[in-house]
């Protein structure tokens, strides 16, 4: 939950900073509009490839998970075997 409050804490930085930007902008309002579409494509490509790299590390945590589990339920069937031969 706590990803989520900072990306939408992130988003929200990036909105107001840019709203006041524009609105003290010492520059032309077309020059204003490219360097803001210019920051708007790096955010947003800087948005990604944060977003991607926490997927990996999701998916990696998952793995893991699931891994372990697996192996739990390997060494519960080895010592159920050991229980019915014993």
């Given at each position: 939950m706590s990803i989520l409050k900072t990306i939408t804490g992130v988003i929200a930085g990036?909105?107001?900073g840019a709203a006041i930007g524009?609105?003290?902008?010492?520059?032309?309002?077309?020059?204003?509009?490219r360097k803001f579409s210019r920051q708007n494509?790096?955010?947003?490509?800087a948005l990604e490839?944060?977003?991607?790299?926490?997927?990996?590390?999701?998916?990696?945590q998952f793995n893991?998970?699931?891994?372990?589990?697996?192996q739990m339920a390997k060494d519960g069937e080895l010592k159920a075997e050991k229980a019915e031969t014993s």
């Open positions: 990036a909105v107001v524009i609105l003290f902008a010492p520059s032309k309002g077309s020059v204003t509009r494509f790096d955010f947003t490509e490839d944060k977003f991607d790299a926490l997927i990996d590390k999701i998916t990696e893991a998970v699931v891994e372990e589990v697996n």
